[in-house]
Each structure stands twice: as C-alpha cells, then as structure tokens.
C-alpha cells in the first residue's frame, strides 16, 4: 500500500499548490492550460488503446460495462459526491464546478494503464515504482488541473486511495484471471475511456465515462468467452 499512499500524498499536495497559484494565474491562460492537459489526455488514451488485441473484447466489455453503469448511474453517484461536496463548501457559489473537478480529476488518475498495472503489480509483488512513477506524473497533472477545475481536483485524492488500494488488496484475488492478455484488454478499455474524458475536456463531447467503467470488470469474463468460441478468438 506504500505506493497507493504516496500517490495519494502527490495529488493532494500537487492540487494544494495548483489552487494556491490559481488566482494569479489569467484565465485565459488557464484556458490554454486545461486544452493542452485534453490535448495530452487524448495522447495517453490513444497510446493505451493500442494496447488491445482482440477487438470483438473490448467492444462487448464496453457495451456491457455502459449498460452496467448507466443503470447503475455510477456518473450520476460521483457528481452527487461533488455536488454535495460543493454544498457543503459554500452557500454563495463561490465554489462552483466542484463535481466536474472531482469526477475529472478521479477518472484521469485512475483509469489509466499505470493505475491497473502498478496497483496490481503492487499488491502481487510488493514492487511500488509504477505507482511512484505515477505519483510524480499525478502530482505535475493534479497542479495543472487544480488551476482549472479547482478544488475539486484536490478531493479526487480519496478516490485515488479508495480505487488504487482496492485493487492492490484485491490483487492476490483477482490474479488467477489476470492473464497478460486480459490485463492488456483492460488496460485498452480504461484508455477508451480516457480518450472520451480527453474529448470532454475540450468540450466536443459530454460523455458520462464514469457509467462505462464496469467495463473493467466485464474484460477478464468476455476474453475467457470469447477464447472458448474459436472464430471469434
């Protein structure tokens, strides 16, 4: 858990200095800011994305995960999290946007190739350097977001610790399905998804990514489905 610590620790305090720089920061220039974070945010997916081998698992985990999570409305919980964050911070508005920040900053740190094989790797072997890898990229990233979402990049920080640690403790659990192949197919699906928070991010979509992430979960039973059917493996 050593590394799920210290890459908690970089988001808090990256986003603490991001929001301490934040009002002598011009919004134009934090405008431009937050295009370049889509801009490389849309890089980062499209990289983990090519990490995939079988197209047919990837689009039924998608397609199964949205289902999930729309009936599960798992965006709407985040945002509710936010919101009632938000509420709690500020009767006059003078902290607005704290869900977007949230939920932006939440599935940005933890959808990622690094996230999944790090946290695993870290539960299975005890090996941390992804995760301080990792921490040093979300500490840069966490300043730059915090300067334009706010605080709300700051409270992602416990999303960070309650996922990653999930998946380190659950690591020696879920190790018997975790094939190299499956881990790839993950690591393509959460990519996916970070290339629609990329394309939210410059505002030419609205997607709800937080709804696909069961997604996740679905890749390790539909790779095992679709091996067992010989003309679609």
């Known amino acids: 858990m050593?590394?799920?610590i210290v890459n908690t620790v970089a988001v808090i305090i990256g986003s603490t200095i991001g929001l301490l720089c934040k009002k002598g920061i011009p919004e134009k220039i934090s405008g431009a800011i937050m295009k370049g974070i889509a801009l490389c945010t849309l890089y980062i997916g499209i990289s983990g994305s090519l990490k995939g081998e079988n197209t047919i698992v990837v689009i039924l985990s998608i397609v199964l995960g949205a289902a999930a999570g729309t009936?599960?409305?798992i965006d709407g919980f985040l945002n509710r999290i936010g919101d009632s964050l938000e509420n709690k911070m500020s009767h006059d508005?003078?902290?607005s946007g704290i869900a977007r920040g949230f939920v932006t900053a939440s599935l940005l740190f933890c959808v990622g190739s690094m996230t999944i094989v790090g946290s695993l790797t870290a539960g299975l072997?005890?090996?941390n350097e992804m995760l301080f890898t990792k921490s040093?990229?979300?500490?840069?990233s966490?300043?730059?977001l915090s300067v334009s979402l706010g605080i709300g990049v700051l409270f992602s920080a416990v999303f960070v610790f309650v996922f990653?640690?999930?998946l380190a403790l659950l690591a020696g659990v879920l190790a018997p399905v975790l094939s190299t192949a499956a881990i790839n197919e993950i690591i393509c699906a959460g990519s996916l998804m970070i290339i629609g928070l990329g394309l939210n991010l410059l505002g030419i979509t609205k997607l709800k990514v937080a709804d696909y992430l069961p997604a996740l979960v679905f890749v390790p039973?539909?790779?095992w489905l679709v091996e067992k059917i010989p003309f679609l493996a």
């Open 2 to 4: 050593l590394g799920v």
């Open 71 to 73: 009936a599960l409305d």
């Open 93 to 95: 508005g003078g902290n």
């Open 125 to 127: 072997s005890g090996d």
């Open 136 to 140: 040093v990229l979300d500490f840069i």
């Open 142 to 144: 966490s300043i730059m």
């Open 164 to 166: 990653q640690g999930g």
């Open 221 to 223: 039973a539909v790779l």
